[in-house]
């Protein structure tokens, strides 16, 4: 079936550094989403993405849906302790919506 | 505005007895979805409600029943329940089954013992 590729897998960074995480795919998506799991708490939507090379922004968060609809990349800058958690993508085409297997993003103090 | 509302939020079972998770939506979406995350697995579907009156089955929905009570309400079953159900299970709804943004619940934890 269709996977999306999620990467890093995990990733441990200092506070304030930058982050860069991306999703690929063999197959085209009409949407990219990406959302942010806190502990012990359901997804969150963080950004939707509607066009291919759409940039999109949300406060220190920007994603962007890549130019041959296979891929997107989510960065956070200035992160912040609050940014720990799972970030998953998810694409979609028609009524299917898969979703990543999710970067788990640590911040040492 | 409480969103989707799940409960329980923990829950153990004995081998071979039987629960239903509720889930709820106040946001008058038409779709509604269960999902179970395992750790390294990502979000699978069980089964989802396209629209009220339906169900279909998602990419793993053995050892599973839904009902979709209302428009509100969409409940899953586990008759028989097995370790391998150890889970932790989402409940989420969308405006339409074409329209990509989701809305999760908080989960539910649950293990089988």
């Known amino acids: 079936g269709q996977q999306l590729n999620q990467s890093p897998q995990s990733m441990f960074i200092q506070e304030g550094e930058d982050v860069s995480m991306n999703c690929t795919s063999s197959s085209i998506f009409n949407t990219w989403l990406w959302y942010k799991q806190d502990p012990g708490e359901g997804p969150v939507l963080l950004i939707a993405l509607y066009k291919a090379g759409e940039l999109t922004s949300n406060g220190r968060l920007t994603a962007q849906f890549g130019i041959t609809r296979k891929d997107s990349f989510l960065n956070i800058s200035a992160s912040i302790p609050s940014d720990v958690g799972i970030y998953f993508c998810?694409?979609?085409?028609?009524?299917?919506?898969?979703f990543g297997k999710g970067t788990r993003l640590h911040i040492l103090p | 505005n409480a969103g989707v509302t799940q409960t329980p939020k923990f829950q153990v079972l004995k081998t071979g007895q039987s629960m239903t998770l509720q889930c709820a939506q106040d946001m008058n979406h038409n779709s509604m979805y269960w999902y179970r995350q395992d750790p390294g697995m990502g979000l699978r579907l069980i089964y989802y409600s396209a629209s009220e009156g339906t169900t279909d089955k998602g990419e793993v929905p053995n050892g599973y029943n839904v009902s979709r009570l209302n428009k509100r309400e969409f409940s899953l079953r586990l008759e028989s329940a097995a370790p391998s159900q150890t889970s932790v299970y989402f409940c989420?709804?969308?405006?339409?089954?074409?329209?990509?943004?989701?809305?999760f619940g908080q989960g539910t934890r649950l293990t089988v013992v």
């Open positions: 998810a694409g979609q085409r028609d009524d299917k919506i898969i």
């Open positions: 989420a709804s969308r405006m339409g089954h074409l329209v990509a943004e989701a809305f």
